[in-house]
Nanobody
Framework: QLQLVESGGGLVQPGGSLRLSCTASVNLDVYAIGWFRQAPGKEREGVSCISSRGGATNYPVSVKGRFTISRDNAKNTVYLQMNSLKPEDTAVYYC?????????????WGQGTQVTVSS
């Protein structure tokens, strides 16, 4: 059973940094991994994704230049380094993977980790 576990969230002041981790229970080195976030009353939005070997990354304008995604396939872990945090970055952060088996796509989410940016 594939499980994703996020960690590293917490309370940080504006301008501060956090590093989130997403650890998988199985080897996911053939899959792209994404980070998403959901603030209260808002839809879940993507904040980053990384290709299977880490050679390609993508960010929306809202976090580009401040967030960096990376992965260590030997540890089955994907990281999200978040710098220059703003109050609007406050949300629950989730990691995600879509696993393709034959003609089916199975979507997995972690339980989420809360990030609160406040003075």
């Amino acid at each position: 059973q594939l499980q994703l576990v996020e960690s590293g969230g917490g309370l940080v002041q504006p301008g501060g940094s956090l590093r989130l981790s997403c650890t998988a229970s199985v080897n996911l080195d053939v899959y792209a991994i994404g980070w998403f976030r959901q603030a209260p009353g808002k839809e879940r939005e993507g904040v980053s994704c990384i290709s299977s070997r880490g050679g390609a990354t993508n960010y929306p304008v809202s976090v580009k230049g401040r967030f960096t995604i990376s992965r260590d396939n030997a540890k089955n872990t994907v990281y999200l380094q978040m710098n220059s945090l703003k109050p609007e970055d406050t949300a629950v952060y989730y990691c995600n993977v879509d696993v393709v088996v034959s003609t089916h796509i199975y979507t997995y989410w972690g339980q989420g980790t809360q990030v609160t940016v406040s003075s």
